[in-house]
Nanobody, 129 residues
Framework: QVQLVESGGGFVQPGGSLRLSCAVS???????????IGWFRQAPGKEREAVSC????????YYPDSAKGRFTASRDNAKNTVYLQMNRLKPEDTAVYYC???????????????????WGQGTQVTVSS
């Protein structure tokens, strides 16, 4: 199965920025560019929610309304890596951020958590002070 490893989380002050990375490996029957990669977050006591989904290298990207133009997803297929640039961070962005893969070429607003079959371990993002 696909393996995903997040990195880049940390502590930032409100208004700051972070860039998360998701390194992907272990593809089974597909190359990296055939997987849609989602970014999700989960705060303590809250449900997991999507913050972005990026499809194949044609630039198919979906952001839920909660992203509000502050988050930007990208992918480098040569490096098997997906990124999430987070700007103008707010305390309510504090959460564990996960990347996950779906065996689909394209993202849509109707995709759900169950469409993503493999998950990373998460990286903590803390926005405070």
């Amino acid at each position: 199965q696909v393996q995903l490893v997040e990195s880049g989380g940390g502590f930032v002050q409100p208004g700051g920025s972070l860039r998360l990375s998701c390194a992907v490996s272990g593809f089974s029957g597909f190359t990296f560019d055939y997987y849609a990669i989602g970014w999700f977050r989960q705060a303590p006591g809250k449900e997991r929610e999507a913050v972005s989904c990026i499809g194949s290298s044609d630039g198919n990207i979906y952001y839920p309304d909660s992203a509000k133009g502050r988050f930007t997803a990208s992918r480098d297929n040569a490096k098997n890596t997906v990124y999430l640039q987070m700007n103008r961070l707010k305390p309510e962005d504090t959460a564990v951020y996960y990347c996950a893969s779906a065996e689909m070429l394209y993202c849509s607003k109707d995709m759900g958590i169950m469409d993503f079959k493999s998950w990373g371990q998460g990286t903590q993002v803390t926005v405070s002070s």
